[in-house]
């Protein structure tokens, strides 16, 4: 199947940056839409980023300007670039990907990451 392994979390200061990289692999026939998605503790999940197949993205009004998502489809990966991070940024992220599998070429289904955390220290 497909298995999104992500990495680069860890503690911070607040007024730092960290890099985040999600990669799929498996049977891969094709990745649609990518994300990444953040949940604090005693809170939902929520979006924080997202790109589409052709590049478009989009942000929570609360990261504009301060994170960028992007894609390398060669590498099926996902990275979120996160910039000037704030305490409120600290949350456990997941990853998010579209994905259609050689099994099922025109069906795709939502995979996601095993969370990866992010502290951000004031």
């Known amino acids: 199947q497909v298995q999104l392994v992500e990495s680069g979390g860890g503690l911070v200061q607040a007024g730092g940056s960290l890099r985040l990289a999600c990669a799929a692999s498996?049977?891969?026939?094709?990745?649609?839409?990518m994300g990444w998605y953040r949940q604090a503790p005693g809170k939902q999940r929520e979006l924080v980023a997202r790109?589409?197949?052709?590049?478009?993205?989009n942000y929570a009004d609360s990261v504009k300007g301060r994170f960028t998502i992007s894609r390398d489809n060669a590498k099926n990966t996902v990275y979120l670039q996160m910039n000037s991070l704030k305490p409120e940024d600290t949350a456990v992220y997941y990853c998010?990907?579209?994905?259609?599998?050689?099994?099922?070429?025109?069906?795709?289904?939502?995979?996601w990451g095993q969370g990866t955390q992010v502290t951000v220290s004031s």
């Open positions: 790109i589409t197949g052709g590049g478009d993205t």
């Open positions: 498996g049977s891969i026939f094709s990745i649609g839409a």
């Open positions: 998010n990907m579209f994905v259609a599998t050689w099994r099922q070429k025109y069906n795709s289904y939502d995979y």
